[in-house]
């Protein structure tokens, strides 16, 4: 079982959905990142939380330290939000470390 | 802002040839990581260096070495190279002390024919 898990793997929408992607994680952390990936491309960071929540324009993240969860929110979703989004955790033994999901992959179509 | 920054952004090499990645951290970070993401992997953590002493070792193989050099920047020296090592190598940056947050690199596109 893979230490950061995340749900779905693959996820499509129409233009405008409001998109939900979950993490779940079994370590303890320290922070929590979400990581965009278009095809062929980098890693770029959205959100690093350790607890609460973040918001920056259309994303929201929210990280329950308790349940170890946390769910990434595109709301008005575009096709240019197409890519894959990495959750991918700081475990607290870890050093500083990075462990990533599986990702998932996303396709908003217009 | 700068950012990251990887040379070269592609590269592609022969098998058993050498390769040397490169990767210049944002401007005061003394902690840079390297991950490894091969076609349809998750990245995978390889090494990291804090202040210029390797800080923590993943799955790197011992064809692999790496280091920091004084002015932070960090250099991924693969030899032998392997089919399997195909992959795409971001490296992050990181102020030590001051976040937990990472800031990768664009990335370097290997491909081992």
């Known amino acids: 079982k893979n230490e950061v898990e995340q749900s779905p793997q693959n996820l499509t929408a129409q233009e405008g959905e409001f998109i939900t992607i979950n993490c779940s994680y079994s370590?303890?952390?320290?922070?929590l990142h979400w990581l965009q990936q278009h095809p062929g491309g980098g890693i770029v960071s959205l959100f690093m939380?350790?607890?609460g929540k973040k918001k920056h324009g259309r994303l929201i993240a929210t990280i329950n330290i308790q349940e170890k969860h946390s769910s990434l929110h595109i709301t008005a979703s575009h096709p240019r939000d197409s890519a894959v989004y990495i959750c991918a955790v700081r475990s607290r033994g870890g050093k500083d470390k990075l462990i990533f999901g599986t990702g998932t992959r996303l396709q908003v179509f217009p | 802002a700068a950012g990251v920054i990887q040379s070269p952004r592609h590269l592609i090499k022969e098998k058993r040839e050498t390769a040397t990645l490169k990767c210049y951290p944002i401007p005061r970070h003394d902690t840079v990581y390297w991950y490894q993401q091969g076609p349809g992997q998750d990245p995978q953590f390889l090494i990291s260096?804090?202040?210029?002493?390797?800080?923590d070792k993943g799955s790197i193989p011992d064809r692999f070495s790496a280091q920091q050099f004084s002015d932070y920047h960090s250099e991924l020296n693969m030899s032998s190279l392997e089919l399997g090592d195909s992959a795409l190598y971001f490296c992050a940056s990181r102020e030590q002390g001051k976040a937990y947050e990472q800031y990768f690199g664009p990335g370097t596109r290997l491909t081992v024919t």
């Open positions: 939380l350790s607890s």
């Open positions: 260096f804090y202040e210029k002493m390797q800080s």
């Open positions: 370590v303890g952390i320290s922070a």
